[in-house]
């Protein structure tokens, strides 16, 4: 996190906070998660299914010898799925968990973007005509040279998730 003082018209000055996000692609439609919670971000390697579990669930993954969940950003924003490419990769994050040990979950992503700093006071919430989707998974939207990003509720979009991989893993 930065701080950046920026100067009114007035002549007074306040400190807007900016933080570091990785943007990325999902159906040319970029979203974007705090920097500080990327671990890694890998190719797309072969994940062993979890049988019944949630469609947006791909499977797991061995990670240095971690089983990491893996899920379908696509699916899990209930934006049509397509084939994969040479740029779909799979940002591996990290989230403090209340019960001590963090959760490491991989998502599935077309294209990685880039790195943005986004001061707190340029987010906007997400418009309520957005649905249930934007409500329940976006923190808000912001725009970021020239194009709007969507900021994802890391802990809402995967906690559920997560949670429903490693009880059916187990």
């Known amino acids: 996190m930065s ?6 018209p007035d002549g007074s000055t306040f400190t807007a906070t900016a933080e570091q996000y ?15 919670a990327v671990q890694e971000i890998r190719g797309l390697e072969a994940v062993s299914r979890i049988p019944r579990s949630p469609d947006y669930v791909l499977g ?12 379908d950003l696509r699916a899990r924003l209930s934006i049509e799925r397509c084939e994969r490419t040479p ?18 979950v991989g998502c599935m992503v077309d294209a990685v973007s880039d790195v943005a700093h986004i001061a707190d006071s340029s987010v906007r919430p997400p418009p309520e005509a957005c649905g249930r989707v934007a ?13 709007l990003v969507l ?12 949670r429903k ?3 059916d893993a187990a």
């Open 22 to 36: 990785l943007t990325f692609a999902l159906d040319r439609e970029l979203f974007a998660i705090p920097i500080l």
């Open 87 to 104: 740029t779909t990769v799979v940002i591996v994050v990290r989230l403090a968990s209340g019960a001590g040990a963090d959760r490491v």
């Open 60 to 71: 797991v993954m061995n990670l240095r010898g971690a089983v990491v969940p893996v899920i």
């Open 135 to 147: 409500g329940q998974f976006l923190k808000g939207i912001v725009e970021v040279d020239g194009r």
């Open 3 to 8: 701080d950046e003082t920026t100067a009114r």
């Open 165 to 167: 991989a490693e009880q």
């Open 151 to 162: 900021l994802v509720d890391l802990p809402r979009l995967i906690g559920d998730a997560a």
